[in-house]
């Protein structure tokens, strides 16, 4: 789930539009981001469900810091107090509700393997409504949110330059970007090449 959280930025954009869309596509993948270092000294580790085919998807996600939900709403708070200084308090916010956005997608997708809290501290049950058994649906679902983002992007950039010729076919420009690098992303996610 890339191309997903990268659509849900680009919706995001298009609602909020003096945050810039590169710290958004930031926000979206940011405990992902985090994840990676944990994941290389292996405190944070995943394991290939048996029987899943291809790897999309295809693994039990142990990511239990920056996965947990309080794990995720404190490296949220703390990706969007970054910001605060330079941006102002609004755009804070948003950067931090859409880093937890993260979390909240990955919920729908993931099987049962995040904590609530750190460490899955108490050993409390896991959550993940599991979406990620079902490839097909989980692929259309991340479409749907990349054609839905690069849509709300182009009419909200549009709205904006409808005066300006060059400004309007920038914004379609992007649009077309939006949905090609998403769907790109999609494409290389579904055939195994994120693992
Ligand atoms: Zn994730």
């Not at 956005?101 to 049950?125: I, T």
């Not at 679902?141 to 950039?157: D, I, K, P, R, T």
Request: glycine fraction near 10%; charge should be positive; include cysteine.
């Amino acid at each position: 789930m890339i191309a997903g959280h990268f659509g849900f930025a680009a919706i995001v954009k298009s609602r909020e539009k003096k945050v810039p869309l590169w710290s958004l596509m930031l926000a979206t993948v940011w405990l992902d981001i985090v994840f990676i270092p944990l994941l290389a000294m292996k405190i944070e580790t995943f394991k290939p469900v048996p029987g899943a085919t291809g790897s999309y998807g295809g693994n039990y996600i142990y990511a239990d810091y920056t996965h947990s939900l309080l794990g995720a709403l404190v490296v949220s708070a703390v990706f969007g107090l970054f910001f605060a200084p330079r941006w102002g308090k609004r755009c804070a916010v948003v950067l931090g509700l859409v880093s937890f956005s993260h979390w909240v997608l990955d919920l729908v997708v993931h099987r049962h393997d995040m904590p609530l809290l750190p460490g899955n501290l108490g050993n409390l049950p896991r959550l993940g409504f599991g979406l990620w058994q079902f490839k097909t649906a989980s692929v259309i679902v991340e479409l749907l949110l990349v054609v839905l983002g690069a849509w709300c992007y182009w009419q909200a950039a549009n709205a904006v330059t409808t005066a300006a010729q060059r400004g309007r076919s920038r914004a379609t420009i992007s649009a077309v970007l939006i949905l090609l690098c998403g769907v790109a992303v999609l494409a290389m996610d579904a055939m195994g090449t994120f693992g």
